[in-house]
Structures are given as structure tokens and as C-alpha cells.
């Protein structure tokens, strides 16, 4: 193995403004720089200590699908840093008062001494036992002989909509994932979690659910995390194709259950600090251990720069489905059903995920004042208020001629600029015109579109309107 290393090392450029947007070369860099994903890989993991333009993290980290680890900078004014905790440990006293609503607060919890179906088995608890547990746990020195219990994919965001836990920082912002999950009224989840969990929990190897992004802030404590980028897990499989459930696991050594684990080639091993950030990104497999007794925020989520991923990774799992009941193809509604089991193996199917890009979609044209019986309407407001010159070809294609509908975070931030955000949308709809033109060549998704668009535009009225804007703006040479 070439790499079995912990690379901390400073970021680039330091900017003291954080901001959402992104300049017109990068964002023709960034988008000629996906296709080159999977060749980028870095045996490294950059430590961000002071604050970087958000063109930079999407430059070098997002598009690039690398890791990084932010310093404590991201996290030093959070309520939950100095309500959840006492001299770096957990203050249960507090979260005791906060949280457990007199005793009707039930939270998940795994035993990490266990394993069922590859995972840790989980059952609930209230938050008041839980705690109980961990504080006794924790005084009897975290004995071997007692249960190893950790509070893992707690919803707490959901449970306490009004406690300000933590602000999601800039460069985690553009969230398409939880965005459309708060849409749905069919669901009432989301991917938005705490993590509370003694010295020694752990959880196995694993890639996050549609190989999503996902960022994990320490607000107490010491994390472990090794990880591996994408194309690696093959050298984690045993002889029957099942991934690793424990890396620590002597069995890794046995050539005969593992024969291709002496090839693993990059792997890479961090310790997050409390109040550090790290980002995983798309595809990358990890195992983490708590070193300490310790509580993290945790994010999943998906954009325009790794949506194709994502799409691919779906793809995949229902050629694994049509693969395991290939058998019963001749049943009548095979396909339905085929998409029945991918959405119960994966948690989405191809009508969730195209309801998915048509709501990204909207939600867009709705930003940047367009509607498919007008021209392309985009972006901010006047010459006046922006403090930008507007060039006649600008306003040829009707740029800087309307106000959109910008979100009202976006608009609270006072460094934003119009045009970078515009570039983000922009950027945005292309990726999502990338993925509809690719559905709609899917024999698959072609048999079940009726299902699909139901109360939703048609497939080629949406890809219309992503030509019109994509077209408009002259950023279609850019997806050649």
C-alpha cells in the first residue's frame, strides 16, 4: 500500500470574506474538471485553518471530490459548542434539561459490540436513558464487560426546529438533498443528524447513502477516520463481493477471504480535533472511531457537483436488483417491481430521483426569473444596486434585466455577488440537463415515465427549458 499516512498540511490563498458564488472561469474549469474526477485522487488531506473564498472550496474540494479538514474557525460561535459541553466533555446536566422533554424524547441507538446485516443493530431509547447509560458508562472507565452504545442518525434538527444548534457553513450550503426531502410531503425526513457516542464507539466501513457528500463537525471530542477514495473498496471485498465490516478485523490478513486486499493501494488516516470540520466526499468509503467520549453535527448531501455520481450509483444498484431477480423477468409489472426493490435496498427509485431534478430544476428557473412562455429572465436587479457595469452583449441575452427570486438566506448575505450567484445556477441547471438527457436514453426509465410524471412537466418540456437557459447564457459548450 503506497499511502497509510496523516497529511495535514495549510490550504492555499486565505480570504477573510466567505461567500456563495462562483467567478465564469471556474465555473468552466470546474465544469471541464469533472470528467476528470476519478484520476484526481490525493493521498493527502489539506487542513484549512483560517477561512478560504467559497470559489476555492469548490474549486479544489467539491469538483475535485477531495477531502479537507477545517480548523475550529467554522464552529467557535455554535450554541451547541457552549451549551452541549463542559471543558470538552459532554455536560449531561445540560443536555438533560435541553433535550429529553421530561422523559418523551426517543433517539436511535446502536451497539457497537454487535453486528446484524453488516451494520450495528439499533433499537430506541429515550434520551434520558441514553444518558444515564453513557454517564455511567463513562465512570466506570468505559468497561469491556458493558455494552458499547452510540446515538448515531438522530434527527434532531426535526425534533427541535427552534433550538439553533449550529449555522451550516457557506461552503456546505448548496444542499439539494435536504432542500427536496423538505419539499416532499409524502416523507417527514431528512439528512440532518447528531451523533453522541462514548470513547470507543464506532462505526463501520461504509459509503454515505446515494454517495453523497457528507460533512461531520466535532463539538466535543477526538474522531478517527480512515478513509479510502473511490475504486479502492474493491480491495475491501471478500471472496463473495461483500464489503469489510471492520478494518480492524484480523480476517483482512486471510488472502483466502480476502485476496485482493493486498493490492489496496490508498488509504488515508486523520484525527478530527474538537470543533474541527471534515468533509468526505462522493464515494469515498470510511470507517470512523471515537477517541474520546464525543458529540458531532452531521450533514449529508448532494449537488451540482456530484449529482452524476449520485445518478450513476442508482443506476448501479438497479442493475444489481434486475441482476438478484433476474429469474422472475417474464412476471408481469417485472420493472415496477424492480423499482420497488431498488427504492427498498437504496431508499429512492428513478420516479423519486427524477421528481428530484425536476424540483432542483424549478427551484432554480424560479431564482433566476425564468418561465418557459419568456425569454430567459436572470438575475439580480439593476446596474444601480448591483455596482456593476452591464455590457450591451449582457443585456442582448437578457442578463441583469429582472430581479430574481433568490432565496432568502442567499440574500442576507451581504458579500454575494449577482453574477456569482447566477454562475452557480447556471452551473446548477447544466448538471441537471446533463442528467434528464440521460434518462430519457434509459430503457428503464423510459418503461415506468408515465408513473414518473405524474403531476411533474414531461421530461423533454423540462430538458427545453434547461436548452433555453443553458443556451442563453452560452455555457452550453461547456458540457462538451
Known amino acids: ?56 472550496f469548490f474549486t479544489k474540494y467539491l469538483i475535485l471530490n477531495q477531502p479537507c479538514l477545517f ?77 458499547c452504545l452510540y446515538l448515531k442518525d438522530w434527527h434532531f434538527t426535526k425534533a427541535f426546529p427552534n433550538y439553533d444548534a449550529y449555522q451550516t457553513p457557506v461552503y456546505f450550503q448548496s444542499d439539494w438533498m435536504n432542500d427536496f426531502w423538505e419539499s416532499r410531503s409524502d416523507t417527514d425526513d431528512d439528512y440532518r443528524f447528531v451523533y453522541m457516542g462514548p470513547k470507543g464507539s464506532w462505526t463501520p466501513l461504509h459509503a454515505d447513502v446515494f454517495r453523497s457528500y457528507s460533512w ?25 463481493g461483500h464489503l469489510a465490516f471492520d478494518l480492524c478485523s484480523p480476517e483482512l490478513n486471510d488472502d483466502r477471504k480476502y485476496p485482493k486486499y493486498k493490492n489496496l493501494q490508498h488509504r488515508i488516516e486523520v484525527i478530527q480535533e474538537k470543533g ?19 458529540i458531532s453535527i452531521n450533514h449529508n448531501w448532494v449537488n451540482g457537483c456530484n449529482i452524476w455520481i449520485s445518478w450513476q450509483y442508482i443506476k448501479q444498484c438497479l442493475l444489481e436488483v434486475k441482476h438478484e431477480i433476474r429469474d422472475c423477468q417474464d412476471m408481469e409489472g417485472w420493472e415496477e417491481h424492480c423499482q420497488l426493490m431498488l427504492k427498498a435496498s437504496s431508499g429512492i427509485n428513478y420516479s423519486d430521483f427524477y421528481k428530484f431534478m425536476h424540483t432542483a430544476a424549478q427551484q432554480r428557473f424560479k431564482w433566476l426569473g425564468y418561465n418557459k412562455t419568456d425569454n430567459v429572465h436572470c438575475p439580480a436587479a ?14 442582448d441575452k437578457g442578463i441583469m434585466c429582472t430581479t430574481p427570486d433568490f432565496p432568502t438566506d442567499i440574500k442576507s448575505l451581504p458579500t454575494c455577488t449577482c453574477r456569482e450567484l447566477i454562475n452557480h445556477y447556471i452551473f446548477d441547471l447544466c448538471q441537471i440537463k446533463k442528467i434528464i438527457s440521460d434518462m430519457m436514453s434509459d430503457e428503464d426509465f423510459i418503461h415506468i415515465l408515465q408513473n414518473c410524471v ?13 436548452n433555453d437557459v443553458c443556451e442563453k447564457y452560452a455555457f452550453s459548450s461547456m458540457q462538451e
Open 382 to 395: 439593476s446596474e444601480e444596486n448591483t455596482g456593476q457595469t452591464i455590457s450591451q452583449n449582457d443585456k
Open 216 to 240: 461531520s463537525a466535532n463539538v466535543c471530542g477526538r474522531k478517527k477516520w480512515i478513509l479510502f477514495p473511490p475504486g479502492q473498496e474493491v480491495y475491501l471485498q471478500d471472496n463473495l
Open 276 to 294: 474541527e470540520v471534515i468533509f468526505v466526499p462522493s464515494g469515498w468509503h470510511h470507517q470512523v472511531f471515537n477517541l474520546e467520549d464525543t
Open 71 to 147: 480548523g475550529q474557525f467554522l464552529t467557535s460561535s455554535w450554541r451547541s459548542c457552549k451549551e452541549w459541553i463542559v471543558n470538552n466533555e459532554p455536560n449531561f446536566e445540560s443536555l438533560e434539561r435541553l433535550f429529553s422533554n421530561e422523559g418523551k424524547t426517543v433517539v436511535p441507538i446502536a451497539n457497537c459490540k454487535q453486528e446484524e446485516y453488516s451494520s450495528h443493530p439499533k433499537e430506541d431509547m429515550t434520551l434520558s436513558q441514553y444518558l444515564q447509560y453513557w454517564e455511567t458508562y463513562r465512570s466506570k472507565g468505559h468497561p469491556p464487560d458493558m455494552d
Open 454 to 466: 405524474k403531476g411533474l412537466q414531461r421530461p423533454d418540456i423540462l430538458i427545453e427549458g434547461l
Open 1 to 56: 500500500m503506497d499511502c497509510d499516512i496523516i497529511h495535514k498540511t495549510r490550504g492555499g490563498d486565505w480570504h477573510e470574506n466567505e461567500r456563495i458564488g462562483i467567478s465564469h472561469s471556474a465555473l468552466v474549469m470546474s465544469t471541464k474538471a469533472q470528467s476528470h474526477q476519478e484520476d484526481s485522487c490525493s493521498c493527502e488531506i489539506k487542513y484549512i485553518a483560517e477561512p478560504v473564498s467559497y470559489e476555492e
